[in-house]
């Protein structure tokens, strides 16, 4: 199990960056008065809730990826590419936070992480399911 304690540590620090995101959002629900249900009415709050939702979104795709590319391949590299995708997420929400456009280069980040992991995962396993 010691090989896998990289990607457990990537995968715990998921959670607290989407920990961190909850907390920006609430935060910035109460800075505008803007109180939950309500989701709409200041543009830095529904960009800060798109942000932490779609980051939400990409979880099902790369945690799964992640452990099956460690369990497959390696699993240090399966930890740098979900610390380089953590990397990118938190680009990607301060992007988003600042002005929608400044989003890509973490939207850029973290996709090619995923894929890497997605792709070198499914690759192996078919790979070796072959043969």
Same mark, same amino acid.
């Given at each position: 199990? *010691?090989?896998?304690?990289? &990607?457990?540590? &990537?995968?715990? =620090?998921?959670?607290? &960056?989407?920990?961190?995101? #909850?907390? !920006? &959002?609430? +935060?910035?629900?109460?800075? !505008? %008065? /803007?109180?939950?249900? @309500? ?6 709050? *529904?960009?800060? /809730?798109?942000?932490?939702?779609? !980051? =939400? *979104? ?17 699993? !240090?590299?399966?930890? /740098?590419? %979900?610390?380089?995708?953590? $990397? %990118? @997420?938190?680009?990607?929400? $301060? ?16 996709? $090619? ?7 070198? #995962?499914?690759? +192996? /396993? ?6």
């Amino acid at each position: 199990m *010691e090989q896998y304690y990289g &990607v457990a540590i &990537v995968t715990l =620090l998921c959670g607290l &960056v989407l920990f961190g995101m #909850a907390i !920006t &959002v609430a +935060r910035i629900h109460s800075a !505008t %008065g /803007i109180l939950a249900p @309500r989701m709409t009415g200041d543009p830095r709050l *529904e960009q800060a /809730i798109r942000a932490h939702s779609n !980051t =939400l *979104e990409w979880l099902p795709i790369f945690l799964p990826s992640m452990w099956l590319f460690a369990i497959y391949w390696s699993a !240090t590299w399966a930890a /740098i590419f %979900g610390a380089i995708w953590l $990397v %990118g @997420r938190i680009a990607y929400f $301060v992007g988003y936070l600042s002005a929608p456009l400044k989003r890509y280069p973490g939207f850029f980040i973290q996709s $090619v992480a995923t894929f890497i992991l997605l792709l070198g #995962a499914l690759g +192996r /396993i078919l790979f070796l399911w072959i043969s």
